[in-house]
């Protein structure tokens, strides 16, 4: 009986022991690592009575990668879901797929007001990019934009 209990007890001790843990730290890749170092920013116009509001920042974090941050007082119009944010080399969305889109470059759909962040892909310089536009694809307007100064 002692021997059975001394095993149920070595198998509890196995089951509840400390164990050092090892899982990686997952870190968001869509989110800047440390402070955002901002180099352009500008205010949001509102468009076609979207309600834009708020200020987009352009800038690096400490680990040289670029993001796009809305900050928190950031809003648009979300009810049509398909609000994309594009880099812009003016005010006007100026489509031109035949020529791969120039003069735009696509980050991706807004989802929430507030702060957000978009990762600029690697290898695409924002250098020509002197506006962000807030596009709705489901109608065809843009809901409103920023010049980055």
Same mark, same amino acid.
């Given at each position: 009986?002692?021997? *059975? #209990? #001394?095993?149920?007890?070595?198998?509890?001790?196995? #089951?509840?022991?400390?164990?050092? @843990?090892?899982?990686?730290?997952? *870190?968001?890749?869509?989110?800047?690592? $440390?402070? /955002?170092?901002?180099?352009?920013?500008?205010?949001?116009?509102?468009?076609? %009575?979207?309600?834009?509001? %708020?200020?987009?920042?352009?800038?690096?974090?400490?680990?040289?990668?670029?993001?796009?941050?809305?900050?928190?007082?950031?809003?648009?119009?979300?009810?049509?879901?398909?609000?994309?944010?594009?880099?812009?080399?003016?005010?006007?969305?100026?489509? @031109?797929?035949?020529?791969?889109?120039?003069? /735009? /470059?696509?980050?991706?759909?807004?989802?929430?007001? $507030?702060?957000?962040?978009? #990762? *600029?892909?690697?290898?695409?310089?924002?250098?020509?990019?002197?506006?962000? *536009?807030?596009?709705? %694809?489901?109608?065809?307007?843009?809901?409103?934009?920023?010049?980055?100064?």
């Amino acid at each position: 009986m002692k021997k *059975i #209990l #001394l095993l149920f007890y070595v198998a509890f001790l196995g #089951l509840v022991s400390c164990s050092e @843990d090892n899982d990686p730290i997952t *870190i968001d890749p869509t989110k800047p690592t $440390g402070a /955002l170092s901002v180099l352009r920013s500008g205010s949001f116009v509102d468009q076609n %009575g979207a309600g834009s509001a %708020g200020n987009a920042a352009l800038g690096t974090d400490s680990q040289g990668k670029e993001f796009l941050q809305f900050n928190s007082a950031f809003k648009t119009a979300l009810a049509t879901g398909t609000v994309t944010v594009f880099l812009s080399t003016s005010a006007t969305f100026m489509a @031109d797929p035949a020529n791969g889109n120039p003069n /735009l /470059l696509a980050l991706g759909p807004v989802r929430t007001a $507030g702060e957000n962040f978009f #990762l *600029i892909p690697s290898g695409a310089s924002t250098a020509k990019y002197t506006h962000v *536009i807030l596009w709705c %694809g489901s109608v065809g307007i843009p809901f409103g934009n920023a010049q980055l100064k």
